[in-house]
């Protein structure tokens, strides 16, 4: 006759299984909608508008990659804190798509942690950011499910 689980094993089931359930939630969202990922788009609006974000939600960043003298070329890069996301400081920002990779499908991003997220574009020394509103903040909440 086979043992019944403890305790112990029996939480680790459910929460492994929540877990899994939670994650077949999870949404793909376009930056910028049909927008998608432009120099004069004011992003902060559109977070706000798009709000809430959720835990290992995909931010999917489209944007044409240069091609001479029609495309500007753009990038995503995540800034440190607040401060770096107010003043488009990219000194310790972490690029995490260069200006090729929004092209086809775009390039996705999940957001795994709790945390909040500042993202910008660090093109043309931060005139993309500042002038250009190519920035928005993201704080993921966790997903509940009663």
């Known amino acids: 006759m086979a043992s019944p689980i403890s305790y112990a094993q029996g939480v680790l089931i459910i929460l492994l299984s929540a877990s899994m359930f939670a994650v077949g939630f999870a949404k793909t969202i376009v930056v910028g909608g049909t927008e998608n990922w432009h ?22 960043f489209k944007y044409d ?13 995540m800034l440190r804190d607040f401060r770096s996301f107010l003043a488009c400081d990219f000194r310790r920002a972490k690029m995490v798509a260069n200006v090729t990779h929004g092209g086809g499908k775009g390039f ?26 190519m920035k928005f903040a993201v704080f993921p909440l966790p997903r509940c499910h009663f």
């Open 39 to 60: 120099f004069g788009f004011n992003y902060t609006n559109w977070a706000f508008q798009n709000s809430p974000m959720y835990l290992n939600d995909a931010l999917v």
């Open 65 to 77: 990659p240069p091609n001479g003298s029609t495309t500007f070329p753009h990038s995503v890069y």
């Open 108 to 133: 996705k991003f999940v957001m795994k942690k709790w945390q909040p997220y500042y993202f910008a574009c660090g093109e043309g020394s931060g005139f993309h950011c500042n002038t250009g509103m």
